[in-house]
């Protein structure tokens, strides 16, 4: 069972390799997890993992699979070597391919006396809105077809979904306790927004029910990022202070 020191994962999204393990190395003993992408992967694969798997933070690596269920398999069987604490898979691979993520993340993991990771869903991407889902032929308003997804997620066995925070309360209402929410689009306050559109503060997404904050550029560009991510932190525990 995988236990978070804290709930704040660093998104590390930059095609440079130096600047990604400084980040790393700065981060160690603050960050809950960090969190590489498509773009860190490209660029330097399993070596380019490994390299910040040595600063002994959970990883929570981004890849958002989406193919047959076998080659999908085939990829989470890779995957597992890179130990991820969680990974993403598109739901819009079907119930076969999601439940083919699952099942071989929690072999693999049993097999390399691993923890099992989080397996989570990616539903609708925030950058589509009603007018695109149209014209790929999907039905239904975006929260719709994001609560469609997320119900498919949790049938087949995954872990949570990543979801945006304008989606935490229809989610915690309609799906299990005990699946995750990881919520990205956050921002503390005064924050710059970058190109997030709909933002929620660290505390109040928390509050709502997310498991996990995904926060980036608020921490990894600004000038000192351990203040950045302590300053998160602790207006978390701030909060906790006042609902005991
Ligand atoms: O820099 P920022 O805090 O906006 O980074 C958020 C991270 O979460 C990025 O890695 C981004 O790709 C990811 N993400 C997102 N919105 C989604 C899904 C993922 O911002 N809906």
């Known amino acids: 069972m995988l236990k978070l020191r ?74 597992m070597r890179m130990r991820p604490a969680m990974f993403t898979v598109h739901a819009f691979g079907g119930l076969e391919m999601l439940r083919a993520a699952a099942d071989t993340a929690a072999l693999e ?8 990771p989080w397996v989570l869903g990616v539903t609708v991407l925030t950058s589509l809105d009603a007018g695109d889902l149209d014209v790929l032929g999907v039905e239904g308003s975006t929260h719709k077809v994001v609560a469609r997804l997320a119900r498919l997620a949790e049938k087949a066995g995954l ?14 209402s309609t799906l299990g306790e005990k699946f995750r929410l990881v919520v990205p689009g956050i921002r503390p306050k005064g924050a710059e927004m970058h190109d997030q559109k709909r ?27 351990v203040f950045a991510a302590r300053s998160i932190l ?6 906790e202070g006042q609902e005991g």
């Open 199 to 225: 933002v929620t503060g660290p505390r109040e997404a928390i509050q709502l029910g997310a498991d996990v904050l995904v926060v980036g550029r608020p921490i990894t560009r600004s000038d000192d990022p």
């Open 109 to 116: 993991a049993d097999r390399l006396g691993l923890p099992r």
């Open 6 to 79: 804290n709930p704040l994962f660093v998104a590390i999204d930059t095609a440079d390799l130096d600047e990604a393990v400084r980040l790393a190395e700065m981060l160690k003993d603050v960050a809950g997890g960090l969190k590489l992408g498509l773009e860190f992967f490209t660029a330097f694969g399993p070596d380019g993992v490994a390299r910040i798997a040595e600063f002994d933070l959970p990883l929570f690596i981004d890849l958002k699979f989406h193919d047959i269920p076998n080659t999908v398999s085939g990829a989470v069987r890779s995957l």
């Open 159 to 172: 872990d949570g979904i990543v979801c945006a925070p304008d989606e935490i309360s229809t989610a915690r």
């Open 234 to 239: 602790g207006a978390l525990e701030r909060a």
